[in-house]
């Protein structure tokens, strides 16, 4: 059973940092396609980042570039989001993906940026 769990969000001034982690069981995550998405209050789902599924080629958002860094452990079977120089417009619940057979989603958490 495909099963994802996202943690790590929390409350944070502008400039700071979060990690968030993405607990995959049911499918090996290094072997998958797999995406971070948020969702702000009032707006439709965004995309954020990707990670390739063999070749780990990663594509990010104008809007992240260059701050966030998707990455996994395969070890873990894990996803990650390391969120740097964070802005009030990060303030979202963060969501991560699986592109497998089927699109499945983790539960969401929630990020929240302001002084």
């Known amino acids: 059973q495909v099963q994802l769990v996202a943690s790590g969000g929390g409350s944070v001034q502008p400039g700071g940092s979060l990690r968030l982690s993405c607990l995959a069981s049911g499918f090996s995550v290094g072997r998958y396609t797999m995406s971070w998405v948020r969702q702000a209050p009032g707006k439709v789902r965004e995309w954020v980042a990707t990670i390739g599924d063999l070749t780990g080629i990663r594509d990010y958002a104008p809007s ?10 395969s070890y873990r079977n894990s996803l990650y989001l390391q969120m740097n120089s964070l802005k009030s417009e990060d303030t979202a619940v963060y969501f991560c993906k699986a592109h497998l057979w089927s699109d499945y989603w983790g539960q969401g958490t929630q990020v929240t940026v302001a002084s």
């Open 64 to 73: 992240v570039k260059g701050r966030f860094t998707i990455s996994r452990d």
